[in-house]
């Protein structure tokens, strides 16, 4: 060993032995005291002068050779590496949002309830899929068949739309499908109907995709159907409950929709996303029920169950199937088996549909007790439908500031004006009312209106 240099280790509490061992070699070739190519002591032979292990020795070696410090020769013993290698980054470790935000009362919008332990529908699912062993190979990218058969046969059921396996391809949710279908169907530069005041991801989905997003007016039945020009490749859409006003688009400018597709020719996307929570009223036929060749229908769980699980289902023609499976083959980019195989055990075994029943009835007593609270502060649009209620605010309101102004009693709500892009209209805010306990919902509501009333 070189006699040169001193190696101390400190044996009182000062660290891992390995870790300052190497710290004193890297040290020495930092400063030039061992040069490239100089040859190191075996690791018996340094255990034996450090009475340390070998295992020591060995360790701090294994760590040089790992950042490039030291390198190998076979057989021939161990060596200062020739190249000063980078110092790496060091990486500090950020502290996870502030304990504080968890105190918050949630009432942000599309988020569903999750109840307080697994129920036995969830637990049999998951069961199921353990007992199996994953397929060996890649799998469908479309989708798992006997999965894509049951969603065929969920949709046809719930949604009206007479479709087969062969129309369905299984995603990671609405916005994967959505960005799926403009990256495969769509150029650079065309340009894309979306809804104003509007779900934002779709609008990020469009503008990475370097399409021009032409905003069109909603009012409180959805989209303006007169507003769409002949130019459009693509029309994205909300049709069974407005994101966010909560219109539910009457039957007439659906089918003005479809004429529009027809006419000329661009892609009628229909985001469904909450469409398996509706009240009091009678069910409003899908744009893929009404024209499939025309429409990509895009389903989720992310409602039904919850957005954690990043599941979700496109329904489209044949041609457009086949064209996003092609360009799926070579992404990697489907969801994992488990999740697929779950979900089929859950659409199965009915578990689905009873979550749906339940939080139906769930749901429409907290919309009822939503609107009742609020009504008194604005006007309630979006009622009949899915999760979330828009209360219009007076004019004379700012919604950003009334927003930080609940915030800062312990309520969260998104204002209205952060779904407005170019189309003016009333303040407001958007309120989810499906996630908090009815407990919490009650709290949540009460310190709003304290808000809106003071
Ligand atoms: C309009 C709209 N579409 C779709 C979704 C769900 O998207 P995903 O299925 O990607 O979770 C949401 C969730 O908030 C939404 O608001």
């Known amino acids: 060993m070189d006699s040169s240099l001193p190696l101390v280790l400190d044996r009182s509490g000062a660290g891992p032995l ?79 949002a502030p304990a504080a935000r968890e105190k918050l009362l949630s009432l942000r919008a599309g988020i569903p309830f999750i109840g307080g332990s697994a129920d036995a529908g969830w637990r049999r699912a998951w069961r199921e899929v353990s007992a199996q062993l994953p397929p060996p190979g890649y799998e469908d990218p479309t989708g798992l068949p006997a999965l894509r058969e049951a969603v065929a046969a969920h949709v046809g059921r719930v949604r009206g739309i007479a479709c087969g396996a062969e129309n369905v391809l299984i995603t990671n949710g609405t916005i994967h499908g959505l960005r799926l279908v403009l990256s495969v169907r769509h150029r650079p530069g065309e340009r894309i109907a979306i809804e104003d005041p509007g779900y934002v991801n779709a609008v990020v989905a469009a503008r990475d995709q370097r399409l021009e997003v032409v905003d069109i007016g909603v009012d409180e039945d959805g989209l303006l159907v007169r507003e769409l020009g002949d130019d459009l490749a693509a029309a994205y859409v909300t049709p069974s409950h407005q994101y966010p006003l909560g219109g539910r688009l009457p039957v007439a400018r659906r089918n003005e929709l479809i004429r529009w597709a027809r006419r000329t020719g661009a892609t009628l996307i229909e985001d469904d996303y909450d469409s398996e929570f509706r009240y009091d009223v009678a069910p409003l036929p899908a744009l893929a029920q009404l024209d499939l060749d025309r429409v990509v229908h895009l389903g989720t769980l992310s409602k039904i169950l919850s957005p954690a699980l990043r599941l979700g289902w496109l329904v489209a023609s044949t041609e457009v199937v086949d064209a996003l499976a092609a360009y799926r083959e070579n992404s990697g980019d489907w969801p994992a088996w488990p999740m697929q195989a779950a979900f089929l055990a859950m659409l ?17 007593d907290r919309r009822n007790l939503t609107c009742s609270v609020l009504a008194p502060y604005g006007r309630v649009v979006g009622q009949d439908a899915g999760l979330h209620i828009t209360l219009l605010l007076p004019d004379s309101l700012d919604d950003l500031e009334v927003a930080a102004r609940a915030r800062a009693a312990g309520v969260v709500v998104a204002p209205l004006s952060e779904y407005r892009r170019s189309r003016p209209g009333p303040p407001g805010l958007v309120i989810g009312y499906a996630r908090p306990t009815d407990e919490a919902l009650q709290r949540a509501l009460a310190l709003l209106a304290g808000i809106l009333g003071g």
């Open 348 to 364: 199965r075994d009915g578990y689905l549909d009873q979550v749906i029943r339940r939080n139906r009835r769930l749901y429409a």
């Open 18 to 96: 390995h870790l300052q061992l190497a710290e004193q070699f890297r040290a020495a070739i930092r400063d030039g005291r061992l040069q490239a190519g100089h040859r190191l002591p075996s690791t018996r032979e340094l255990a034996r002068d450090l009475v340390v292990s070998r295992s020591v020795a060995q360790a701090a070696y294994d760590q040089l050779h790992a950042e490039g410090w030291i390198e190998g020769r076979t057989g021939a013993g161990t060596y200062v590496a020739d190249v000063v290698p980078l110092q790496p980054v060091e990486r500090r470790r950020t502290k996870s």
